[in-house]
Nanobody, 123 residues
């Protein structure tokens, strides 16, 4: 059974940084793509970044390019989302997700989800 356990969220001031972690277990993830989504109050969930575990190919939404980095640690089976220069409008619940690497890197149909991790960016 796949489990995704997130950590690292919380409160940060605008312009600050946070690093989210997603510990994955229950499967060999070499054939999977990992994604980070966020859902702000009253808005739809959006794909922020993704990484293909096998070769490290990444995707970033236009709104976060240059400020956010997704990475993976194979030994720890953990995916990270380093967020810098955070803005108040990025206040949201952030979710880690996993899917088999079928289709392009921007495919947003994910099979497995973490519990969600609130991030609040104060002005």
């Amino acid at each position: 059974q796949v489990q995704l356990v997130e950590s690292g969220g919380g409160l940060v001031q605008a312009g600050g940084s946070l690093r989210l972690s997603c510990a994955a277990s229950g499967r060999t993830f070499s054939t999977y793509t990992m994604g980070w989504f966020r859902q702000a109050p009253g808005k739809e969930r959006e794909l922020v970044a993704a990484i293909r575990w096998s070769d490290g190919i990444t995707y970033y939404s236009d709104s976060v390019k240059g400020r956010i980095t997704i990475s993976r640690d194979n030994a720890k089976n953990t995916v990270y989302l380093q967020m810098n220069s955070l803005k108040p409008e990025e206040t949201a619940v952030y979710y880690c997700a996993a899917r088999r690497s079928i289709g392009g890197i921007t495919t947003a149909l994910y099979e497995y989800w973490g519990q969600g991790n609130p991030v609040t960016v104060s002005a």
